[in-house]
């Protein structure tokens, strides 16, 4: 396996398994909940350079189901390549990089979040923001995630 294959799938091996969702959708204003997040996210090889992410979580009274591929890493923009469905027939391309401390970041257009892996890989925290116009930026969700 090439070195920089190597070090991607080590990128990609913390995300592997199933993660316990929880957390809130937040309101306009950035701060009030207004509707909690339960669920799963399961991560599972499709081979040495892709991920497939399933997500079936309740968000207030509705049910999201998604399926998202990862990859393939991109070393030109130093990015994966990532591309999701859900289930009201959305779909949205869109880039994960890792920092140096694993911290992963998903960026789409009007939505990022960052993914930040406990030390012990045995949970995790989201923080989704929303941009109207790509320079503000206002809190959407936030999600604990814990790995089972």
């Known amino acids: ?85 859900d289930n009201e027939g959305g779909e949205q391309v869109a880039t994960a990089t890792v920092d140096e401390d694993g911290a992963w970041t998903f960026r789409a257009d009007g939505a990022k979040a960052t993914l930040t892996l406990a030390a012990d890989g045995l949970s995790a925290s989201a923080n989704w923001v929303r941009s109207e116009d790509g320079d503000t930026w206002r809190p959407w969700m936030r999600l604990r995630l814990n790995r089972e």
């Open 1 to 85: 396996m090439d070195r920089d294959v190597g070090i991607q799938s080590k990128r990609l091996e913390a995300l592997i398994g199933t993660w316990r969702t929880r957390g809130e959708v937040l309101g306009d204003d950035g701060e009030t909940p207004v509707a909690m997040v339960d669920g799963y996210d399961r991560y599972e090889w499709l081979g040495p350079s892709f991920v497939i992410h399933r997500i079936d979580v309740t968000m207030g009274d509705e049910e999201v189901r998604g399926l998202e591929v990862i990859g393939p890493y991109l070393p030109d923009d130093d990015a994966f390549a990532t591309r999701a469905y």
